[in-house]
């Protein structure tokens, strides 16, 4: 990590003796540039001179050069690739913030093989001076980084040299220490889901080799994984090749039934009910989700599930369309292989396994092959247990997967998008297709319209018009239009919380329901005080001035900020663009720079009483922050109210 102070006053001093100074913090992510920007001010006598003399101003200006270099310097410090400097370690510098987490299970790597398949052994031998081909990959998923190399595996050495073939763009050989061919990293940040290389074994081979590679699977999260080959030894050596470390996460066998569950999909509509996305696809290779249900005899039903998923697909059965008190039916993988079928039960809004109160599951069948698990089991139509529903009534549906894996005995974790819901009610014995409906997002619109119209549009002009319409606005008209909107504002708040609560079924503590909730005991606290307030000319009137100003600017920064990171809350379950967030934060943006344009006018003017063209001046302009005000927010609701969820 290196400290760098890129602003400085004066323009000469070095680090305490500065009166101010922005810093950059660069950290190297295998190759990408990390820059965290950190403003420090330090007040000391020697700064009172003119010419280093720090106003507020100047502060304000400094640090918002710091934060705009820092984000500039983001987006330029693209990943390159270029991490020859972790070639002896092969972990990435990603500093405090870096995690390197278990290998997934459907991350691999293959020593001499040109062929996806995760099943088949590994070669136990190499020959001296031969190439050989290697091949990173990843089941149902990106990468955004490499680093490959070949070690030693008695001593961690790099050994013999990579190569690429012609026609790849996105790797390059890199060179570390002496060997000019020791290495292949990546060339760009972007998603990529194979790696194939070339290794030649130096005519004076080691004993036992092993590729090893560190993948970074997330920019964001600054998450990595470091995988290993199974160790090969040269030819010629006795006995077996020493256990690598992580070799065990790779070699993870994708299915241990050859084939996989057959799932026939030609009684659909006839024989047997079924949910097929996309509608009216053929085989479990098509469809990227199934489920059927079939009566066997009068006792027993039939319940078949698939999914492109490499940890687990679900089905629910509820009395209504909100979670808890349901019937689930799982089949998750472990993570080698083995697929289990499961009988759950959602107590609320999480799940949990409890085979003491749920009826076990008869003539189990499943498997997960080329990133598709599947599997086929029975249950007693009625159940056994106090957990178990009869299913021979009508129950919504919920359709679910997820990518985590599981042992036998683990519940289901979260889902990472929101289920589909059954368009209508379905009982165990139907034989018709299917439909399903996406996850309501009414509340989560309306709750977000009705704040962004409270706390962009109402309250903002309640409480300019307060601020700087009072020398244009005889004391009644300000005051009236001033109270009413803050009223209107309180009420809509209100609302707005109560509606997203009957919405969530209950609380979920984040850093934007925190905001939120501030904000509502905040607006209600300003309704307490206004009951209250003094006369204008009694002593004490500046103590209420302060603190309804300070209250009401406090909970206008924190609502505009709720608002921001509502997106990403909202984000979890409807599809938001990427471009909202600009528009969102630039809309917010540009009304706070009017109103400090507002506020500097006002400094301007001090004491003095408005004259008529500063009058007209102001009037146009509250025109104006009127109209960009309502643009904004009939702009932004209208998005809300055409999102989609996530499904």
């Not at 889901?193 to 074994?201: D, N």
């Not at 039934?257 to 026939?264: A, K, L, R, Y």
């Not at 053929?282 to 940890?311: H, M, N, P, R």
Request: hydrophobic residues 40%; charged residues 15%; glycine residues 10%.
């Amino acid at each position: 990590v290196h400290d760098n102070i890129m602003g400085r006053v004066p323009a000469t001093c070095e680090r305490q003796l500065c009166c101010g100074a922005f810093h950059t913090s660069n950290s190297k992510l295998l190759g990408r540039r990390n820059i965290a920007v950190d403003f420090r001010y330090v007040r000391r006598v020697d700064c009172s001179h003119s010419s280093a003399k720090m106003s507020y101003s100047f502060q304000l200006v400094i640090a918002s050069i710091g934060l705009l270099s820092g984000q500039v310097l983001l987006c330029q410090a693209y990943s390159s690739g270029m991490v020859a400097s972790v070639c002896g370690t092969l972990t990435p510098n990603m500093g405090e913030h870096g995690s390197i987490t278990a290998t997934p299970n459907n991350l691999f790597l293959r020593f001499n093989t040109t062929a996806k398949d995760a099943t088949s052994s590994q070669p136990k031998q190499y020959q001296s001076g031969q190439t050989y081909s290697i091949l990173l990959w990843r089941v149902l998923a990106n990468f955004k980084g490499f680093f490959c190399q070949v070690h030693n595996s008695e001593n961690g050495v790099i050994v013999g040299s990579v190569s690429l073939p012609p026609s790849t763009t996105t790797a390059q050989i890199l060179k570390c220490g002496g060997n000019t061919n020791a290495g292949v990293s990546h060339t760009n940040g972007n998603d990529k889901s194979t790696l194939a290389f070339s290794w030649t074994a130096p005519a004076v081979a080691p004993a036992n080799i092993h590729v090893s590679c560190a993948v970074v699977v997330s920019q964001n999260s600054m998450v990595w994984h470091r995988i290993n080959s199974s160790t090969v030894m040269r030819t010629g050596e006795q006995g077996s090749p020493p256990t690598t470390a992580d070799a065990s996460a790779t070699t993870a066998a994708l299915g241990p039934i050859s084939g996989g569950v057959q799932i026939d999909l030609s009684g659909c509509g006839k024989t047997k009910g079924c949910r097929r996305v996309p509608v009216g696809c053929k085989s479990a290779a098509e469809c990227s989700y199934i489920f059927t249900t079939q009566l066997i005899g009068t006792t027993d039903v039939q319940i078949e599930l698939s999914a492109k998923s490499l940890g687990w697909v679900a089905v629910g059965f509820s009395a209504d369309e909100k979670m808890g008190e349901d019937d689930v039916f799982g089949c998750q993988a472990d993570g080698s292989g083995i697929v289990f079928a499961k009988n759950l039960y959602n107590p609320g809004k999480y799940n949990t396994r409890d085979p003491a109160n749920n009826a076990p599951l008869t003539n189990v069948n499943a498997s997960l092959v080329n990133g598709v698990i599947s599997c086929r089991f029975q249950r007693s139509v009625k159940g056994s247990g106090s957990h178990d529903r009869d299913l021979s009534l009508d129950h919504t549906l919920f359709f679910s997967t997820h990518g985590t894996t599981g042992t036998e005995t683990d519940a289901l974790d979260k889902h990472s998008v929101i289920p589909e819901l059954s368009a209508q009610p379905i009982k165990a014995s139907s034989t018709a297709d299917i439909g399903s409906v996406p996850f309501s997002t009414g509340l989560i619109a309306a709750h977000a319209v009705m704040m962004i119209y409270a706390w962009v549009a109402i309250s903002g002009g309640g409480m300019f018009t307060a601020r700087f319409m009072r020398g244009i606005y005889c004391a009644p008209r300000w005051f009236q239009f001033h109270w009413i909107t803050m009223v209107v504002t309180v009420i809509i708040t209100l609302s707005s919380a109560i509606i997203i609560g009957v919405h969530a079924g209950e609380w979920k503590p984040s850093i934007h329901s925190g905001f939120g909730m501030t904000v509502l005991v905040g607006t209600a606290l300003q309704v307490g005080l206004a009951v209250v307030r003094p006369a204008p000319d009694a002593e004490n009137r500046w103590l209420f001035t302060l603190a309804h100003r300070s209250i009401g600017s406090g909970c206008q920064v924190l609502a505009w900020t709720s608002i921001c990171l509502g997106l990403q809350e909202a984000n979890r379950v409807v599809i938001v663009d990427d471009g909202a967030y600009g528009v969102m934060g630039g809309g917010i943006g540009c009304i706070i720079l009017f109103w400090l344009y507002m506020e500097y006018r006002k400094y301007q003017q001090g004491d003095n009483k408005l004259d008529e063209a500063d009058t007209v001046v102001t009037k146009r302009l509250s025109y104006l922050f009127s109209a960009v005000s309502y643009a904004f927010t009939l702009g932004v609701s209208s998005y809300f109210w055409g999102v989609k969820p996530r499904t």
